[in-house]
């Protein structure tokens, strides 16, 4: 089936520097990518959906020049936490679309956990 | 209104039971539904689609009755290995063709011996 792969696993960085975090498609092309965060007990939010060879699309809320998301090819999509601060720390996951027409899914990223102290 | 409700939970229950979650959705543009398994610190791995005419896979029911906007999830005969927690997910269809997926918190079942 199809596999996403994201890099890294977890990362602990310092306040003010900057982490970019990999979502690799293994098997597929992903056309569209999606980046999601989830902070404890709460459900997933979508940050921004991905676009290859466009730019992407912020949800509300979610500031494009702090989450820079470049999607340079059918198979990588990058999100770079800039100058992160702990209130960034969260469990963030990337998913793309599988599949075409009514029979498509959805597959994660395992999610990378990003520790700001 | 949160878009999709779920009873966070947890749901306690012995080896063997039947236990069934609940979910309902706001937006009358949800076209597809979804429940998800998320184990501790791990991703959201798809258990099933949900259709309007139900379907089962093994123990795992799943219906949609969408003049309610409602959701479903029975599990029988649960199993020490079903403690995680369970997803509600809609995906949605935006004017513009953009689609995005919903989630629900989630409700946390816990399967004890």
């Known amino acids: 089936g199809a596999v996403v792969s994201q890099h890294p696993s977890w990362v602990i960085c310092k306040s003010g520097t900057s982490v970019k975090i990999e979502c690799r498609s293994l098997d597929f092309q992903a056309t569209t990518m999606f980046w999601y965060r989830q902070f404890p007990k709460q459900s997933l939010m979508l940050m921004a959906t991905s676009n290859e060879g466009s730019k992407a699309t912020y949800e509300q809320g979610v500031e494009k020049d702090k989450f820079l998301i470049n999607h340079a090819s059918l198979t990588l999509s990058t999100l770079t936490v800039t100058s992160a601060h702990p209130e960034d720390s969260s469990f963030y996951i990337c998913s793309a679309r599988t599949g075409q027409g009514a029979y498509y899914g959805y597959t994660f990223g395992s999610g990378t956990r990003l520790t700001v102290v | 209104r949160k878009e999709v409700e779920q009873d966070p939970g947890p749901f306690n229950v012995p080896e063997g039971a039947t236990v069934a979650f609940n979910c309902t959705y706001s937006n009358s543009a949800s076209q597809s539904f979804f429940w998800y398994r998320q184990d501790c610190r791990k991703e959201p791995k798809l258990l099933m689609s949900v259709y309007s005419s139900g379907n089962e896979d093994g123990r795992f029911t799943a219906q949609l009755n969408r003049a309610s906007q409602y959701i479903s999830l029975l599990i029988r005969d649960s199993k020490l290995s079903d403690s995680a927690t369970y997803l509600c997910?809609?995906?949605?269809?935006?004017?513009?063709?953009?689609?995005?997926?919903?989630f629900g918190t989630g409700t946390r079942l816990l399967v004890s011996p």
């Open positions: 997910v809609v995906n949605i269809v935006m004017n513009t063709g953009f689609q995005k997926l919903v």
